[in-house]
């Protein structure tokens, strides 16, 4: 089975390099909707470093809503199934098996770090070729993966305990018409399978170790205003109105 890397980015440029380039050294095909504002270009060499890596890139209009948007990651690409990633997070195939102990949690207010400890395991986790493994079976739709948050790129720093909070996200879909996002829901979009009208029939993931990472505190701080930039244009697409573009 075939797998896809489906990218959305707008002004990434300083997250998705690093993204492109471990994309590539597993997945059959990275496939990437820019979606500014209005339709607006990225500024900030994000096409440019799309062309660079020769990934399959379309343009549309974020102000359609993420459901529109992401329907389109699952389906638009030539591969079988898609992991749909942000161009902070990362999909690593194979990674030390990490365990996290504590309960604190990063307070986003304050920025303090969590009193979290990560010890290292002599196991490794070698989740690329579990994944691949897993989307043989013809009957699963989707498969759910959890999302660890990190500090910074040491991975030594969680933002929460992932064994105690898990973010549960399903991320990895095959690419059949049925299975797609609710398109009239702009924010908080939600994965359908239409012939159900629930959750596609996916792997629940408790057991088999599959993650994939987000590294959004570390580029938070290296995107000025990038935050309070985007969290506006999410309010308005709530509220129904135009998001405007970041010059």
Not at 199 to 210: E, M, Y
Request: charged share 25%; glycine share 4%; proline share 5%.
């Amino acid at each position: 089975m075939s797998i896809a890397a489906s990218i959305n980015v707008y002004n990434d440029a300083i997250a998705l390099r690093g993204l492109l380039e471990t994309s590539s050294q597993y997945f059959d095909e990275i496939f990437v909707v820019h979606s500014g504002p209005n339709g607006a270009h990225s500024t900030d060499g994000t096409i440019e470093l799309c062309e660079q890596f020769k990934v399959k890139l379309v343009f549309d209009d974020i102000d359609k809503g993420f459901g529109v948007i992401r329907s389109r990651l699952i389906h638009e690409h030539g591969c079988e199934w898609a992991m749909i990633l942000d161009a902070d997070e990362r999909f690593h195939p194979t990674m030390p098996q990490l365990e996290c102990e504590g309960d604190d949690r990063w307070d986003i207010v304050s920025l303090v770090p969590p009193n979290l400890t990560i010890k290292s395991t002599p196991n490794i986790n070698i989740q690329g070729y579990a994944l691949k493994e897993i989307i043989q079976d013809d009957k699963l739709m989707a498969v759910r993966t959890i999302r660890r948050h990190w500090m910074d790129f040491t991975h030594k720093n969680p933002t929460q305990n992932w064994n105690l909070i898990p973010d549960y996200q399903l991320r990895t879909v095959r690419n059949v018409p049925e299975v797609k996002y609710v398109s009239d829901i702009k924010m908080h979009e939600r994965l359908i399978d239409t012939r159900t009208g629930e959750d596609p029939l996916h792997i629940i993931n408790n057991d088999l170790f599959i993650f994939h990472d987000h590294y959004h505190p570390f580029f938070r701080n290296n995107y000025p205003g990038k935050k309070q930039f985007n969290e506006q244009n999410y309010q308005r697409l709530e509220r129904g109105e135009k998001t405007i573009p970041n010059e």
